[in-house]
């Protein structure tokens, strides 16, 4: 059976004309998946009966589907999903009074490996199919607004759910490109942001991007030493080569990079942490998001206690780095930033 989702309009257009079908009925399927997210066949009206049943014989719009969905008492959600091949992802969809985001996986499970992030217990089982990783924003969109409406704010994205982006590119780059079609779902770049733990080679390809979405950082650390305990992938792409990478990041007249720093407590959290982390971003035009870890009882770390997250944030601050404090979401779901695990439970 053929997947028809992650399929750009060219690409489908093909698909008609092996199947016998004139090419503009390619644009037909086209608009009913992207714009209209129609994922059933039958539902596809603008297509005559026989092609319907045509399509229904030989293809299916996604073969995703859910297989639970958890709600935080913060109207956070979390769904549980089935890809074809019987794999489960996550993604989570977050609702704020101006913005609407939803934080997307790319991988089943991640081989990087961050000691304070429990997708890295799953290790990494396969990438995700550009197919895969649009079907997440469609299910979901239409779980919480219905087939085809707008949502009223339009939809932030984020890849920031399992999985390595910049470890599954060229996947991720089509997904991102079909999503921002206007022709179809319409997802500008600038409401998209990728999150890399450092795939240095990839950071260059992404800044030859011709329409690329935001850049963050997944930092956590301010030694090779300490950053090589925590994020393992820093033995092979170092510290020193990430910001220096980050030195030569092209940015837009009024983009800044982000950096993710996760806070644990005792460990990377002191006042010479901050310090040292002014001194990196020296010279980048920077933002960081001081993100309050989410523990687990798989996890060895604790999490920063607030007094402590506001006197690392004032030093940043001080010296004139944008430090934000991320508020956790979703955690009573196991939806928060670090949690995400496949798990078929709300929590634990």
Do not use: W
């Amino acid at each position: 059976m053929e997947s028809l989702l992650g399929k750009t309009e060219n690409e489908l257009v093909e698909f008609a004309k092996v199947i016998g079908e004139a090419p503009f009925r390619g644009k037909q399927i086209y608009q009913a998946i992207y714009a209209r997210r129609a994922m059933d066949i039958a539902g596809m009206t603008e297509l005559s009966k026989d092609l319907r049943e045509k399509l229904n014989s030989i293809a299916r719009v996604t073969e995703t589907q859910i297989v639970n969905a958890f709600f935080s008492v913060d109207g956070t959600r979390r769904y549980l999903l089935q890809l074809g091949d019987g794999r489960e992802v996550e993604a989570v969809f977050m609702p704020e009074e101006r913005r609407d985001t939803i934080c997307i996986s790319c991988q089943v499970g991640c081989a990087v490996g961050c000691g304070f992030c429990m997708t890295a217990q799953l290790g990494v089982k396969r990438s995700m199919t550009a197919g895969e990783i649009i079907s997440q924003v469609v299910i979901v969109l239409n779980e919480v607004y219905g087939v085809g409406v707008e949502p009223p704010h339009g939809t932030n994205l984020v890849f920031m759910g399992m999985g390595e982006a910049f470890l599954n590119y060229n996947e991720v780059m089509k997904s991102i490109r079909i999503m921002a079609d206007e022709k179809g779902m319409g997802i500008s770049p600038k409401r998209v942001t990728v999150s890399t733990s450092g795939i240095i080679p990839r950071i260059y390809d992404f800044a030859r991007e011709p329409f690329r979405p935001r850049l963050a950082i997944s930092l956590s650390a301010t030694t090779e030493e300490q950053r090589t305990r925590l994020m393992p992938i820093n033995s092979k792409y170092t510290l020193a080569e990430l910001m220096k990478a980050c030195r030569e990041y092209p940015l837009g007249e009024r983009e800044r990079l982000t950096f993710e720093y996760v806070m644990l407590d005792g460990v990377n959290d002191s006042d010479e942490d901050a310090r040292r982390l002014v001194k990196l971003l020296n010279g980048i035009r920077a933002k960081v998001n001081l993100i309050p870890h989410n523990p687990a009882p798989e996890l060895p770390y604790r999490a920063s206690p607030m007094e402590r997250i506001l006197s690392f944030q004032k030093i940043l601050v001080d010296k004139d780095v944008p430090a934000f404090i991320r508020r956790p979401r979703g955690q009573d779901i196991s939806a928060a930033c670090g949690q995400l695990a496949a798990r078929r439970q709300a929590n634990g």
